[in-house]
């Protein structure tokens, strides 16, 4: 068996909300943790010996989201109060606030270089701001239901969003057009994000499934159900070999991406685990979930030779017993297609917790387990196998179309919009200036 220090180990717990632990986020450093609660209120945790924390008020509603920039000088937060927040992460805890959403806003995700962050909300929209000037850039509207979250890929040229109309959809943020989408015909994804390469994204299904594909081929290379509760975020390891998953079922899961299986099961909250994230450096996770307890997390697997984990992790004591093969498949990438068969439509139950509450507390509210066959899914039959009448399809296709031309309109509208109001600032500005000139004059 292996020594207790090469498993992740529980460090220290952080007690001071009151509500919901909703969203988490390393600074860039390692040396604090920001949280996001739904008793409206964000928290800035030093690591620090008797280091005190600080609470930062002025939302109005449940706050969704929560992330550092890269530089660690700016925190965004977003909330059910239609707004997105910029803090300056010190004592003072000063904000700016943008309003451009005008329905709950779900994530905040900032680029890379940290020029850009990308918002999405419960108005079906993806926004884009200039950190720089701290403006509205512009939409990105395809979804038909609520986004949940909006991720930029590690070099910027693409955003990855997630929807309760059960698709994943790719965006190229140069010509501001989805150039890629994925759809599932049973849950919605609850989180997505792209990997540290770049090359692959995985998402946190309601349907308590964890899926990977790689963008590159549109492929859907590894399916995972180790979960028994609806799975709420995912955060990738720095090295891209690990992911760690937040469930409603009350666990974190670890799973290895290289040999596509979990390794580490950890139980340390009380009821369902909204948010997972690693630290920068891959040496620490955090978790947050109903309990209002966010627990610290050293990660120590990940400092061991690959090979002498994987071969270690067979000696020792599993936290939980090994997955049965079927928890995790196709083992092999194959064309990603619709599903339209081999599994049960989403139970009532997964609509009636469409609200924030959805993963919910009660148990009414989590989602069905659904059934699977173990044929691979590429068997099943795919959308153009079905007889849909020709006259349908190009009805379909000139609405597609129109969509496109009215969504494109809408956009340039609003970056027109966004230039009005720069330039009526300018000549109120020019105005504040003669009439000062004026009145020293007189």
């Known amino acids: 068996m292996a020594s207790a220090t090469e498993d992740p180990v529980l460090e220290r717990y952080f007690k001071g909300h009151k509500a919901a632990i909703a969203s988490l986020d390393f600074s860039p450093n390692g040396k604090q943790l920001a949280t996001a609660s739904w008793d409206t209120f964000l928290m800035l945790w030093n690591f620090k010996p008797h280091a005190r924390a600080y609470r930062y008020v002025g939302h109005k509603d449940v706050v969704t989201s929560v992330q550092f920039s890269p530089h660690g000088n700016l925190l965004a937060s977003a909330s059910r109060d239609r707004t997105v927040r910029l803090w300056i992460p010190d004592k003072r805890g000063k904000f700016s606030e943008f309003k451009a959403h005008t329905a709950p806003v779900r994530s905040v995700d900032f680029s890379a270089d940290g020029q850009f962050l990308a918002t999405a909300s419960e108005d079906k929209s993806i926004k884009v701001w200039s950190m720089y000037r701290q403006r509205f850039l512009y939409s990105l509207y395809r979804h038909t239901h609520w986004v949940r979250c909006a991720k930029f890929s590690p070099d910027g040229r693409l955003i990855v969003s997630c929807s309760e109309d059960k698709t994943i959809k790719i965006w190229d943020t ?142 020792r004591l599993h936290f939980d017993s090994p997955p049965h093969l079927l928890d995790i498949y196709p083992r092999t990438p194959h064309p990603m297609r619709k599903k339209t068969s081999g599994r049960t439509l989403p139970d009532k139950g997964e609509e009636a917790c469409g609200y924030f509450l959805n993963p919910s507390l009660s148990p009414e509210c989590s989602p069905t387990t659904t059934k699977k066959k173990t044929e691979d899914i590429s068997d099943l039959p795919c959308e153009s196998q079905r007889s849909i009448p020709l006259a349908v399809t190009d009805a379909l296709e000139h609405i597609m179309e129109q969509l496109n031309v009215l969504t494109q309109t809408v956009s340039i509208l609003e970056q027109r919009l966004t230039l009005t109001e720069d330039k009526l600032k300018d000549c109120l500005e020019n105005q504040q200036k003669l009439f000062s000139a004026v009145q020293q004059k007189s």
């Open 174 to 315: 140069t010509n501001k057009q989805c150039v890629n989408n994925f759809s599932d015909s049973v849950g919605f994804a609850n989180f997505v994000d792209f990997n540290p390469s770049g090359t692959c994204i995985a998402s946190a299904g309601s349907d308590q499934t964890v899926k990977v594909w790689d963008v590159r081929v549109n492929k859907l290379l590894q399916h995972y159900q180790v979960h028994s509760g609806g799975v709420n975020c995912i955060s990738f390891h720095p090295s891209g070999n690990y992911l760690i998953t937040a469930s409603s079922d009350g666990t974190l899961k670890i799973l290895d991406l290289l040999e596509g299986r979990l390794i580490y099961t950890l139980q340390g909250h009380t009821g369902p685990v909204f948010t997972v994230s690693f630290s920068k450096g891959g040496e620490l996770f955090a978790s947050g979930g109903a309990d209002t307890q966010v627990l610290l997390w050293r990660t120590n697997f990940d400092e061991l030779p690959y090979k002498c984990l994987n071969k270690r992790n067979l000696k």
